[in-house]
């Protein structure tokens, strides 16, 4: 009866021993999973800082071009205005020059 008892005991307790290694291994692996896990995920949220900052630089020199194209347009615009004002001062200042011319002549 003692006997038996002991090879009971020793073999529960070996079976005990099994499952603990059995859940350690697992343990483990899940462990190893989740790490693998948060090493994609931080891949990803590399990645997709990169795919956002690449955006974002496109956008600003979508912008910055349009700002240039749009200061170019103003700049040409009060050239033409300018170059307008400046040939009807010279055509006023014929006129002037002739009317004097006229009354230096009367």
Same mark, same amino acid.
């Given at each position: 009866?003692?006997?038996?008892?002991? %090879?009971?005991?020793? $073999? $529960? +307790?070996?079976? /005990?021993?099994?499952? =603990? !290694?059995?859940?350690? =291994?697992?343990?483990?692996?899940?462990? %190893? *999973?989740?790490?693998?896990?948060? !090493? @994609?995920?931080?891949?990803?949220? #590399?990645?997709?800082? $990169?795919?956002? $900052?690449?955006?974002? @630089?496109?956008?600003?020199? #979508?912008?910055?071009?349009?700002? +240039? +194209?749009? @200061?170019?347009?103003?700049? @040409? /615009?009060?050239?033409?205005?300018? %170059?307008?004002?400046?040939? !009807?001062? #010279? =055509?006023?200042? *014929?006129?002037?020059? /002739?009317? &004097?011319?006229?009354? &230096?002549?009367?």
């Amino acid at each position: 009866d003692t006997i038996t008892n002991t %090879n009971t005991s020793k $073999s $529960s +307790h070996i079976t /005990d021993n099994n499952n =603990k !290694k059995y859940w350690k =291994k697992k343990e483990c692996l899940y462990r %190893n *999973e989740i790490t693998d896990m948060q !090493k @994609q995920w931080c891949r990803e949220q #590399v990645t997709m800082r $990169s795919i956002i $900052s690449d955006a974002m @630089q496109d956008q600003e020199n #979508v912008l910055e071009d349009r700002l +240039h +194209h749009y @200061q170019r347009t103003l700049l @040409q /615009d009060a050239i033409k205005e300018l %170059n307008a004002r400046e040939a !009807k001062l #010279v =055509k006023g200042e *014929e006129r002037l020059r /002739d009317e &004097q011319e006229q009354l &230096q002549l009367a």
